[in-house]
């Protein structure tokens, strides 16, 4: 399949459903082993609308000031959800692009609500959006956007002999 739909259309063949919390949050290498999600996400779904809804909350070891969120979590909060989205169409991703404004400051131990859309596909690059707020207002803390790309299943093994070439010669 040498055509970018055909490349898209053999990765999404290849889809394998990650593990998931009772709260439906499709969970990463590193939080497969606590069977939570160490970035605070309880839940996530996808509407009718092709939008992604995420309930989380920053726990309190993520914390960068007093009572507030690191700012890496901030981003690092938004690069996960949005990249739930393509996931809850069925095609894995990774992040190629990612920009973050932060709004105000995100408090610790809040519920937050995080809302993903799709602005457009081109090919194997989705383009996403997304915001986090604070519950129950709807107060806007931070903004995202970026652009993450289908990945096939040899991603990784193709890092991996990159990452061997990298050595330095003994």
Known sequence: MSTRSGATEAAAS????PPRTPGGVALCGACRGAGSCHLGVERERLDEDGVAWFDLSCPPDQEGGPNVAHGGWTAAVLDDCLGHLPLLHRVLSVTAELTVSFVKPVPVRHPLRVRAWV??????RWYLAGELVLLPTRAVLA???????????GHFARHERWLAEQAEPQ
């Open 119 to 124: 602005e457009r596909r081109e090919g194997s």
């Open 143 to 153: 903004r995202a956007s970026g652009i993450w790309v289908t990945r096939d299943q």
């Open 14 to 17: 290849e889809f394998q459903e």
